[in-house]
């Protein structure tokens, strides 16, 4: 599965995912998306085939839903929140590594999420 990390989270992210083999992009690496709407980015990532992480439900979900309703394809969302994975707390990031990794190594095909919706498991060791 192909992955576009949303903007709230650092570029770090995407890098250590990709030396870990799995190709991730973050918004933020890209000139194209940094401060891009919402829909843009979800256009973008409809276009490359790839699945957004982010913790903006409030806004993807629609997003998502309104493709759907127009028999249009997405390549997934994978959710999360600043509960399960505090963007404020050190070893976060670690653990979004870790979950990541886990959870692209278990989709990996391109379409393993198309037109879905899952929730990041909680993993509660760094990477």
């Given at each position: 599965?192909?992955?576009?990390v949303?903007?709230m989270?650092?570029?770090t992210?995407?890098?250590?995912?990709r030396?870990?083999?799995?190709d991730?992009v973050?918004?933020?690496?890209?000139?194209?998306l940094?401060?891009a709407?919402?829909?843009?980015v979800?256009?973008t990532?409809r276009r490359?085939?790839?699945?957004?992480f982010?913790?903006?439900?409030r806004?993807y979900?629609?997003?998502?839903?309104?493709?759907?309703g127009?028999?249009?394809e997405?390549f997934?969302?994978?959710?999360?929140?600043?509960q399960?994975y505090?963007?404020g707390?050190?070893?976060?990031l670690?653990?979004?590594?870790?979950?990541?990794?886990r959870?692209?190594?278990?989709?990996?095909p391109?379409?393993?999420?198309r037109n879905?919706?899952?929730?990041?498991?909680?993993?509660?060791?760094?990477?």
């Amino acid at each position: 599965m192909k992955l576009l990390v949303d903007q709230m989270w650092p570029a770090t992210l995407a890098d250590r995912l990709r030396k870990r083999g799995h190709d991730v992009v973050a918004v933020i690496e890209r000139k194209d998306l940094t401060h891009a709407a919402d829909d843009m980015v979800f256009d973008t990532s409809r276009r490359e085939e790839r699945a957004v992480f982010t913790e903006n439900v409030r806004d993807y979900l629609p997003l998502a839903t309104d493709c759907l309703g127009r028999s249009e394809e997405f390549f997934g969302l994978i959710l999360t929140s600043d509960q399960s994975y505090p963007r404020g707390h050190s070893r976060t990031l670690g653990r979004v590594v870790v979950a990541l990794d886990r959870y692209l190594i278990e989709h990996p095909p391109t379409d393993a999420l198309r037109n879905g919706i899952d929730w990041l498991p909680v993993v509660n060791r760094p990477a």
